[in-house]
């Protein structure tokens, strides 16, 4: 399976140890992380590296560096991974095995600052999702967020995802979003 995805401007990679200096600036950025999760240290995404970068069901259930392929630099994350529900932190040990894991798989990503306002969530997004559609068995993709995530529900209703209105998962009740492999693929049949 081809894990490396492209756009025009955007270059999806699967995360490596080497991407350490980009999670640091990322996770530690409390700008980056206020609506995802409590602040973090320096330490804890040190001691997170190996397990970010575990993947699972050959490679297509993890996540990818977000790389900008005019200058190389590292932009964010993006991934796919099963959704948690009654707690507020995805069980990695969900991540193994040839399988994708039972459960729903939802759609995330996280940028530097710097990064914002460009289009670029929605462009990583969009190419996810065709990968998740196109490359991979799942049937369906979820997404949710902080209610006062507008930035991020923007994302996730230009990248085609319909909005389902308040869930619950994250051990909260939040905005939900959805997109079946089915109305992927009406809303990406070509005319005629
Ligand atoms: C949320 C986030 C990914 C958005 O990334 P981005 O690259 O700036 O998003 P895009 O440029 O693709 O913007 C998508 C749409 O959202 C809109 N948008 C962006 N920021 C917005 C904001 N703060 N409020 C309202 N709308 C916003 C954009 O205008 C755009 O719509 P448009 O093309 O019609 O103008 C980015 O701000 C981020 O990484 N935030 C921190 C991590 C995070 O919250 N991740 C999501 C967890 S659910």
């Given at each position: 399976m081809e894990l490396n995805l492209t756009t025009d401007r955007l270059l999806l990679r699967p995360l490596d140890l080497s991407d350490l200096d980009m999670e640091l600036e990322l996770l530690t950025d409390h700008m980056v992380t206020r609506y995802v999760c409590e602040d973090v240290t320096a330490d804890q995404v040190r001691q997170?590296?190996?397990?970010?970068?575990?993947r699972c069901a050959g490679g297509c259930i993890g996540m990818w560096c977000v790389i900008d392929r005019a200058t190389d630099e590292k932009l964010g994350h993006a991934l796919l991974l099963p959704i948690p529900i009654e707690t507020t932190e995805t069980d990695w040990s969900l991540v193994t095995g040839d399988a994708i894991p039972a459960g729903e798989?939802?759609?995330?990503?996280?940028f530097?600052?710097?990064?914002?306002?460009k289009g670029y969530a929605t462009e990583a997004c969009t190419r996810l999702l065709r990968f998740g559609f196109e490359d991979t068995p799942l049937e369906e993709i979820v997404a949710v967020t902080d209610p006062r995530n507008v930035a991020s529900q923007n994302v996730l209703l230009k990248s085609g995802m319909i909005d389902e209105g308040l869930r619950h998962a994250y051990a909260s009740q939040c905005p939900g979003f959805r997109l079946t492999r089915q109305q992927w693929v009406e809303a990406n049949r070509s005319p005629g």
């Open positions: 997170w590296m190996p397990i970010l970068v575990t798989i939802e759609i995330g990503y996280l530097k600052q710097s990064a914002w306002g």
